[in-house]
């Protein structure tokens, strides 16, 4: 691994980006919307607790989850069909210092996304959390989470639309059972014990953790699992991206 060349991969990365407002869009203005559109919908529902309160956190999990997801696999696999992933191979490039490359720019935009998602909610929708910094260093790890698995996912895709079909897989299962709909405590034996693999789970405990006033080594631990599958998603997608284009 070179970092010089894994910083060259970064910025090209950033570069090709930032000339598409559309992505933009959908990585910064999305997470706020569906947040608004949340704080919206429980404005006027009674309680003693609000429920933009009570379910904020952990779609704040969820959403940069799903959202860089989607960017970085369809952005990844996009490279991959107009063969600018085949050439950059064909380069002295290893394939860890590409996918740490790409971790490391959509891993900043990921950071940027989630500051602006948690000011949002916590500052302009008077979301009320516990600690407004740990929310949002888990809101950065979720999206980084989001970003190694949608690298992850594009060496196994050959079109975007492939990419896509990956979310229903991986995606969609993890976020019923991660605890937003149903408390885990209270699942089936077995989805409780597929719930304990799932990096999303540790996502929203750490967010719900943050409502009741845990510590932060509560929060932790489940940080530390969020952060320990990123990384390892990014070292399986080096070891099995391909160098050549199908």
């Known amino acids: 691994m070179r970092p010089a060349r894994t910083l060259a991969v970064a910025v090209r ?7 598409d407002p559309r992505t933009l869009a959908m990585l910064v203005v999305v997470p706020c919307v569906l947040m608004a559109l949340l704080w919206w919908m429980y404005r006027d529902v009674p309680g003693p607790v609000s429920p933009f309160d009570r379910s904020g956190p952990a779609l704040l999990a969820i959403f940069p ?3 860089m997801f989607l960017v970085t696999s369809v952005t990844t696999l996009r490279e991959r069909s107009s063969g600018t992933l085949e050439r950059l191979l064909a380069m002295p490039l290893g394939r860890l210092d590409l996918l740490l490359g790409y971790g490391l720019a959509f891993g900043l935009l990921a950071a940027i996304q989630s500051v602006v998602a948690v000011a949002v909610s916590v500052w302009l929708l ?8 740990l929310l949002l260093l888990m809101a950065v790890a979720d999206a980084v989470l989001g970003t190694s698995l949608g690298l992850f996912v594009s060496a196994f895709a050959h079109t975007e639309f492939q990419a896509v079909q990956f979310m229903p897989a991986l995606v969609v299962p993890q976020i019923l059972v991660c605890g937003l709909f149903v408390p885990r405590a209270q699942l089936p034996g077995v ?11 540790y996502a929203v405990d750490a967010m ?4 009741v006033g845990a510590t932060s080594t509560g929060v932790a631990g489940d940080l530390g699992v969020v952060v320990g599958y990123a990384v390892a998603l990014l070292v ?3 070891a099995t991206l391909r160098r050549r284009t199908p």
């Open 236 to 238: 399986l997608g080096a």
């Open 13 to 19: 990365v950033l570069q090709q980006v930032r000339r």
């Open 191 to 201: 989805l409780h014990a597929i719930s304990d693999v799932l990096p999303l789970s």
């Open 65 to 67: 989850f799903v959202v």
């Open 126 to 133: 008077g979301m009320h959390v516990h600690s407004a910094w």
């Open 208 to 211: 719900r953790h943050l409502t």
